[in-house]
């Protein structure tokens, strides 16, 4: 007997509430909630909810959660590969509130698969870089590693 998914974006927030963001709960997530390769802005905005959460994260987590901002951002909006300025300031807002390595992960992925973005997009994106955020100086030496 098949049932039917709950895909509704405050699915995805009940990540939060369980404490634990794990491989099984990503793929989860890729086969039922994103399964059409829609990301809404509400679900956009609910992705980083559990970005911000205190919630461990597994390491699928920030490989999905980078492609399915970049998605929302470049490729669902019209012209694609373009950072319109409200989707720049709506995606620098949601940076800022959750200031974490995945979050700023996703703004550089963004500018680096954009055609075209704001200069100013890319000058945030170095000052938060510089600024000293939490993680990213691991991150970066991670990066620099491998």
């Known amino acids: 007997m ?3 998914v709950d895909r509704s ?4 927030s009940a990540l939060i509430h369980g404490g634990v963001v794990s491989g099984l709960d990503v793929a989860w997530l890729r086969r039922e909630v994103f399964a059409d390769g829609q990301v809404s802005r509400e679900a956009a905005e609910e992705l980083f909810a559990v970005a911000r959460s205190k919630a461990t994260k597994s390491p699928e987590w920030t490989e999905f959660f980078v492609e399915m901002i970049t998605d929302h951002v ?3 909006a019209r012209p694609t590969g ?6 720049a300031e709506w995606l620098v807002g949601q940076v800022d509130r959750a200031k ?3 979050a700023l992960a996703a703004l550089v992925n963004v500018l680096s698969e954009a055609h075209r973005a704001p200069p100013w997009l890319i000058a945030a994106a170095k000052a938060r870089v510089a600024s000293g955020w939490p993680g ?4 970066l030496a991670a990066a620099q590693a491998g």
């Open 2 to 4: 098949a049932f039917e």
């Open 82 to 87: 373009v950072v319109a300025g409200d989707q």
């Open 100 to 102: 974490t390595p995945e």
């Open 136 to 139: 990213v100086e691991k991150a």
């Open 9 to 12: 974006p405050t699915i995805i």
């Open 74 to 76: 470049l490729w669902q």
